[in-house]
């Protein structure tokens, strides 16, 4: 791009001498202290001029300058710039400068000379104190003290040693010689030889000596014998005299008479830009002195200043101090106010057209003013600042050949400080908009403008040098909390894509780079992170393999987000490198928890992936304590014992706890959870070595020894989980208990179980045993041990068998019973079936159920072979099968379905001869009748039918007597049980055989009447036997007659009718009779008159209650 024609210049920040704000404060300012001036109307002639830094002091004074040129009088005009002399700053400098100044204006009237005055002020007086110390070199002292050594040693060794035979002994005179006179001066002679050698080598080591030759050296070296000091220390006190406050007068008072001046004024100048708070206080304080406390005749000084910059040389907590001082300095104050808004809105617009002319059209002035005014504090506006901001975008504008928009530029010089801190991220998020954001609205513009400007390139590549080197920086960095900012840029992530494109990653540490990339998900797309993670996981086999030894946070993240052929690649990479670090260092925790940890992440992210792992063998020792860590988190779904394929030898297990430095018992003791996790997880270890040794400590375990044996009972349970142990001998749990007495401290529950379990064999032995088996305070602790000494069907036998009758034993029974405590229960069924009445008797009277219901747990292992011949049960074990609370359960189904069986194979023989008998067949064969549970199959065999025919007719013929239990037999017609076709014949032959008998009583009437009148036919021509010899004889039995009557009334009709009507009479008389029985239906006894020739019998009053028929 071409330069363009004009150019902005520069603008001068000295004082114009000009008041440019319409409001002319400066002006009237220096109209009110040029007249009081020109009038000498100041007591003091000292004025204070009193305003901010750059809000027109200076320019107030170059306006009064200027007034006093105008006129006639001659005012010369000294200012003093104290920021400039804060070095120097003496009465001498005050003095040279002003005479100086004086001089070369030519305001001297010439009576003094001030050449030479200036001469003597100048010269320094001063006195000098020097005191040498010559330095000799160390090696010359070793060097003359090993030739006093010798000389000294030589006058020792004649005039003493000599005569005087010390080691009489020592018969070797050289060797004393040597020792006594040479020895010592030469060893310090080689010290000081060695000491010369060094310094020799020191003048290669300095810049200005390591040039000379040998020779030059050596001279140097042997200076000493020349009578020459080489070096010497010079300690030096100078004294330059400060004109005294005398003198001082006396010099300023000369220089006032001999001016031709009318007036001198005095300008002191940035007195508030001092920085060390004694050269304010120590200048001020001239200036009071001098000039303040007394007056000085045409000298006026004015002093510009900021109070709020001088009160900080002053105590900044006492502001009457400050105001105090300034008081006393000062015969009058003035103060430079403020312009008004618009007369800064003028003086930027002035200004501006100064340096710009042009080149910037009027919108662009009033754009940039605005931005200007927004932005500064109006507090602090000055005329300085502005200008320095206009020569400031004036430098910006000229830097970048007008190639950025101006607004930019004023931007950029407003917000400098905060784009500055951090210009990517101040860039990307624009924070450092404020009021004026309105103004950018183009944030891609903004963007590109405010980036050329902070890297001064051209506007094209300001992004790509803006994103590219702060995305580098914060992969090398990791600054996190510039990317959550740089990542709002609208061209992110084209730089970021290119970035992460070219790079390798190598200067990156990795937990940095997934840092990174989770970081930017929310505005990379999907597709392109999952590459940006594949093409950095791609990368890691150049990271060393030191960084995949352990699992990371950063290798989680590679795996959450690559491929499973990517993810599976890193995770056997974690694997394999931890397991090389294992078999180096036998870091075992360090192996199973990275491994651990890994599939742990993989199974919760839904990896499904399994990496290769290898069997790794563990001493026992690391493989114990590798369970004792890690048994509780292992997890099904997460990470299991199998995955980790770690192990040991299972008899190199059983041999480091029985050899352990510790002791066994102790040792196994606090590890047995892991045995514990091992008896239930991991079935191929086997502990049958630590078993015999346990069981060798029980059997001679000494009794007192509490605490061993509660241990080796705790380990003992482990090994065999919920089985039987093997029991401590009796005499051993007699001892314990009789030593301990009625501790219930462990393991007194556990004895007192075992103890219970030896009462199969033994009678109690110990009066604290026998106490207890009385007790029942402690029945549910013992009941939750005591399947480890004895199973639950041995305690029934205890007390059954045994006739070990005590209250605890009998409490544990009906607790075990319901409660198992994760035992597996066992009895034998076969000793159960035999004694079921005994346990209900014995635990279960009044809930026998209870007991039934857990029995049926055993059901899938009940066969038939398990219950003795049922007939030869007691009947009082039949009798509680047939209790109609006990039908469903399956150990008496079993009991009935033997029952049935039996049944199934009788002969008719069997049937004749247990019928009516009190034979468990026959008490069976009733109780399945009556409990409705006979197969009717059983009751309609041929066998059976058969023996029911004779058997009835053995009883029609009074040679069976008839059964008590007639309801039983009236039932089985009733219920369906018998054949009814064969019931057919019987009762007709029954019936014959009846009418034929000569001697037929009542109770066989009654037996046979119910069969008869259901299943024999009863022809015509056995009408008038069947009324006189069974229906006259129903009316001895009410209960006969109204069943009979109810059942088979029509029937009753039909014989009657049918018959020669030679009974008829009685028959009258008897169902008249009945007319008055309530317990009878009258309706049916009126049936049978109305529709048989019978008649009902009228009684006859004169014939004292007799009938009669009509």
Not at 176 to 197: A, D, M, Q
Request: aromatic share 12%.
């Amino acid at each position: 791009m071409s330069e363009p024609t004009k150019k902005p210049i520069y603008i001068s920040s000295s004082p114009s001498g000009e008041d440019l704000f319409e409001g002319k404060s400066h002006e009237k300012i220096s109209n009110t202290i040029f007249e009081l001036i020109k009038n000498k109307a100041l007591p003091n002639n000292v004025i204070g001029i009193e305003g901010k830094w750059g809000s027109g002091k200076s320019n107030v004074v170059s306006i009064l300058n200027n007034k006093f040129g105008e006129i006639k009088s001659d005012y010369f005009f000294f200012t003093y710039d104290a920021w400039g002399h804060q070095e120097d700053l003496t009465r001498r400098t005050f003095l040279e400068e002003l005479i100086t100044s004086l001089k070369f204006e030519k305001k001297f009237k010439g009576s003094v000379d001030w050449t030479n005055e200036l001469n003597k002020l100048l010269a320094k007086k001063s006195t000098k104190n020097t005191t040498k110390f010559p330095k000799i070199k160390f090696y010359w002292i070793l060097i003359m003290a090993s030739i006093l050594l010798f000389s000294f040693f030589n006058v020792l060794y004649d005039d003493f040693l000599l005569k005087n035979d010390l080691f009489p002994k020592h018969t070797l005179p050289n060797l004393k010689l040597f020792l006594s006179k040479y020895l010592l001066p030469i060893i310090v002679f080689v010290w000081g030889l060695i000491e010369l050698r060094k310094e020799y080598k020191a003048f290669d080591k300095k810049d200005q000596t390591k040039d000379y030759d040998y020779k030059e050296r050596l001279k140097r070296l042997l200076y000493i014998f020349s009578g020459s000091d080489l070096e010497s220390e010079e300690l030096e006190h100078t004294l330059e005299n400060e004109p005294t406050v005398k003198s001082f007068k006396e010099y300023f008072e000369n220089i006032t008479s001999d001016l031709k001046s009318d007036g001198l004024v005095i300008v002191f100048d940035n007195m508030d830009r001092l920085t060390k708070s004694d050269k304010v206080l120590s200048l001020w304080s001239s200036i009071h002195t001098f000039f303040a406390e007394e007056k000085v005749d045409n000298v006026w000084v004015i002093i510009p200043y900021d109070k709020g910059h001088l009160a900080k040389h002053f105590d900044d907590d006492n502001h009457n101090k400050v105001d105090n001082f300034i008081g006393k300095t000062f015969s009058t104050i003035f103060r430079i106010s403020p312009p008004v808004l618009s007369d800064w809105k003028k003086f930027f617009e002035l200004k501006f057209k100064e340096a710009f002319d042009d080149i910037i059209n009027d919108n662009d002035i009033e754009l940039i003013s605005s931005l200007y005014e927004l932005i500064t504090d109006v507090n602090n506006k000055r005329p300085r600042d502005i200008i320095t901001f206009i020569n400031n975008l004036v430098s910006l504008y000229l830097q970048h050949n007008s190639t950025i928009d101006i607004k930019y530029l004023a931007l950029f010089l407003l917000r400098k400080k905060e784009i500055l801190e951090n210009p990517l991220i101040s860039i990307a998020n624009k924070h450092f908009l404020k009021e004026e954001s309105h103004m950018f609205r183009n944030e891609a513009e903004l963007e590109e403008n405010l980036a050329a400007i902070v890297y001064n390139v051209d506007k094209e590549k300001s992004s790509e040098v803006l994103l590219t080197n702060n995305i580098d920086d914060i992969f090398l960095k990791a600054n996190i909390e510039a990317l959550k900012e740089v990542k709002k840029h609208s061209e992110f992530k084209v730089y970021f894509a290119n970035t992460v494109n070219k790079s390798n990653f190598s200067n990156s540490r990795p937990e940095n780079t997934a840092k990174i990339f989770d970081e930017v998900k929310d505005v990379i797309s999907a597709q392109a992170l999952k590459s940006y993670w594949e093409r950095f996981a791609n990368n890691l086999d150049r990271r060393p393999k030191e960084e995949f030894i352990e699992l990371l946070e950063w290798h989680k993240s590679i795996i959450k987000n690559t491929s499973r052929k990517t993810s599976k690649s890193l995770a056997d990479k974690i694997v394999y490198n931890s397991k090389s670090e294992f078999e180096k260092s036998s870091n075992s925790s360090k192996y199973y928890s990275t491994l651990h940890d890994l599939l742990v992440f993989l199974n919760n992210e839904n990896k499904k992936l399994k990496p290769l792992i290898e069997k790794v063998r563990f001493t026992p020792k690391d493989f114990v304590h590798y369970i004792d860590d890690m048994s509780n988190v292992f997890k099904e779904g997460e990470c299991t014992f199998d995955d980790l394929k770690i192990f040991t030898d299972s008899d190199e297990l059983n041999k480091y706890f029985i050899d352990h430095e510790n002791g066994f018992v102790e040792e196994l003791h606090k590890f047995v959870h892991v045995i514990r996790y091992l008896k239930t997880n991991a079935k191929s270890y086997k502990f049958k070595n630590i078993q015999d040794k346990v069981d060798s400590e029980l059997n001679s375990i000494a009794y007192t020894d509490a605490k061993k044996i509660s241990k080796l009972i705790e380990i003992n349970k482990v090994l065999n989980e919920k089985a039987s142990l093997k029991l401590i001998p009796e005499a051993i749990g007699t001892n314990y208990l009789n030593h301990h007495g009625t501790n219930t401290d462990e393991p007194f529950i556990d004895i007192i179980s075992n103890q219970i379990a030896h009462l199969m064999t033994v009678a109690p032995r110990s009066t604290v045993l026998t106490n207890e088996l009385n007790k029942l305070d402690n029945a549910r602790k013992i009941a939750e041990v005591i399947q480890y000494y004895i199973s639950y069907g041995d305690l029934l036998k205890v007390v059954i068998e045994k006739g070990r009758n005590y209250p605890l034993v009998d409490e544990i029974i009906k607790i075990l019973t319901t409660d198992y405590f994760g035992f597996t229960q066992s009895l034998n069924s076969k000793w159960v079936f035999e004694n079921l009445d005994k346990i209900r008797t014995k635990f279960f009277e009044e809930n026998f159920t209870l007991f039934l219901t857990q029995f049926d747990r055993w059901d899938d292992k009940f066969d038939i072979k398990d219950i003795p011949e049922v007939f030869e049960l007691r009947q009082d074990i039949l009798k509680e099968t047939f209790d109609n609370n006990n039908h469903e359960f399956s150990s008496i189904k079993l009991i009935h379905s033997q029952i049935l069986s039996e049944f199934r194979e009788a002969s008719k023989e069997d049937w004749l001869n247990n019928f009516n008998t009190e034979s468990n067949f026959n008490f069976a064969f009733i109780g399945l009748v009556n409990s409705n549970l006979l197969d009717k199959k059983i009751t309609k065999s041929k066998d059976f039918m058969e023996a029911y025919d004779e058997y009835l007719t053995s009883i029609a013929k009074n040679e069976e007597s008839i059964p008590a239990n007639e309801e039983f037999w009236n039932n089985l017609l009733n219920a369906n049980y018998l054949d009814k076709r064969k019931l057919n014949r019987i009762y007709d032959d029954l019936l014959d055989l009846l009418i034929d008998y000569p001697e037929l009583n009542v109770e066989q009437i009654k037996f046979f009447a119910l069969g008869i009148f259901e299943f024999s036919a009863i022809p015509p021509t056995k009408a008038d036997s069947v009324c006189r010899k069974i229906i006259l004889h129903l009316n001895d039995d009410d209960k006969i007659f109204y069943q009979i009557l109810e059942a088979h009334g029509e029937k009753i009709i039909q014989i009657i009718n049918s018959s020669q009507g030679r009974y008829n009479q009685d028959l009258s008389e008897m169902f008249g009779q009945k007319l008055d029985d309530e317990s009878i239906d009258k309706a049916l006894i009126e049936s049978i008159f109305d529709k048989t020739k019978l008649e009902i019998p009228i009684k006859d009053s004169q014939d004292n209650g007799e009938v009669t028929t009509s």
